[in-house]
């Protein structure tokens, strides 16, 4: 699976056939966290990217239930380890469209087997062997 990227303007290329418009996206800028000091934790530099998935108008209905049942109603995503707005916006934006990729792969149904006959065997020659080592231990009998 290739990784999403974001696109220019704020668009967020998911899969092929999916792409996710900029005016679908809400960012928010804030203050990044950490320790303070002098200009420390003025700069709003943390951008935090928002998608609403009940509102979205690019998802088919499939989709839609799916991002519902596996992260909720609103995906978010924040970076803030760069000192730049840009560079935290690309970041947030990026992971923003990775949890939205993960969240559609559909995994293929778990078929039911049997274990081998071998795995069988070697099950109950564990056990045995298990159940020596255990008698051993016993104090011996009176008899």
Do not use: C, W, Y
């Not at 679908?24 to 935090?48: C, M």
């Not at 990217?49 to 979205?56: C, L, N, T, W």
């Not at 924040?78 to 840009?86: D, E, K, P, V």
């Not at 935290?88 to 049997?114: F, S």
């Amino acid at each position: 699976m290739s990784t999403p990227r974001a696109l220019e303007g704020g668009s967020l290329f998911i899969r092929a056939r999916l792409t996710i418009p900029s005016d679908e996206v809400a960012l928010r800028v804030t203050t990044s966290g950490g320790p303070g000091g002098q200009h420390a934790n003025r700069s709003l530099t943390r951008v935090v990217a928002s998608f609403d998935v009940r509102e979205s108008q690019v998802l088919s209905n499939a989709d839609r239930e799916l991002l519902l049942e596996k992260i909720g109603p609103v995906v978010r995503a924040s970076a803030g380890r760069f000192r730049s707005q840009g560079q935290n916006r690309g970041a947030a934006l990026e992971q923003l469209a990775q949890k939205i990729a993960v969240a559609l792969t559909r995994l293929p149904p778990r078929r039911a087997t049997k274990p081998t006959k071998g795995s069988r065997v070697r099950r109950v020659d564990d056990k045995k062997a298990r159940s020596r080592v255990k008698e051993k231990r016993r104090r011996p009998s009176d008899d």
